[in-house]
């Protein structure tokens, strides 16, 4: 791996992951010469879907483009990057709200790891709405997710 490669991690949960998350990937990727998607176990939160499951789907959204690749884990995110090499993590940006959330996580993963730079990436307005917990409980109620979903995402 060459040094200068500019990889990035965009971490979470993406459970399942959406239009919204597909967006902000490939909108993202040219910027990286690598883009890993990584899969987060949070102990704090009860996923509808494995991380097996995550991950497959993710990696056969992706499997077109060399330049992206999925991978689950656990422990802290810079922790992560640092055994990636990635210099960079990668967060969409829906509204201010997430914005103010996702600013106090970037600070303290700057405290922890000065040399990881966290990149904001607003969604496109399309999919602004759109967010993983909201399409858990459409799918728990039974109503049709799949406008909010990539086909490959089978529940």
């Not at 990584?38 to 009860?46: E, L, P, R």
């Not at 992206?68 to 960079?88: F, N, P, S, W």
């Not at 970037?106 to 040399?115: E, F, I, K, S, Y």
Request: charged share 25%; net charge negative.
């Amino acid at each position: 791996m060459n040094d200068m490669e500019r990889i990035c991690l965009f971490p979470g949960t993406f459970d399942p992951i959406t239009l919204g998350h597909i967006d902000v990937v490939e909108r993202a990727v040219s910027m990286f010469d690598k883009l890993i998607i990584g899969v987060g176990i949070n102990s704090t939160k009860q996923p509808m879907f494995s991380v097996e499951q995550r991950v497959g789907w993710i990696g056969e959204i992706f499997s077109h483009d060399k330049r992206i690749e999925v991978m689950g884990y656990e422990g802290l995110t810079v922790d992560i990057c640092h055994k990636l090499k990635a210099q960079y993590i990668l967060r969409g940006i829906r509204y201010i709200a997430d914005f103010e959330y996702e600013k106090a996580i970037a600070d303290m993963n700057r405290m922890l790891a000065p040399d990881v730079e966290t990149v904001f990436l607003t969604c496109s307005p399309a999919y602004s709405t759109i967010s993983s917990t909201l399409v858990r409980d459409v799918i728990r109620n039974g109503g049709n997710a799949r406008l909010f979903l990539p086909p490959q995402v089978r529940y």
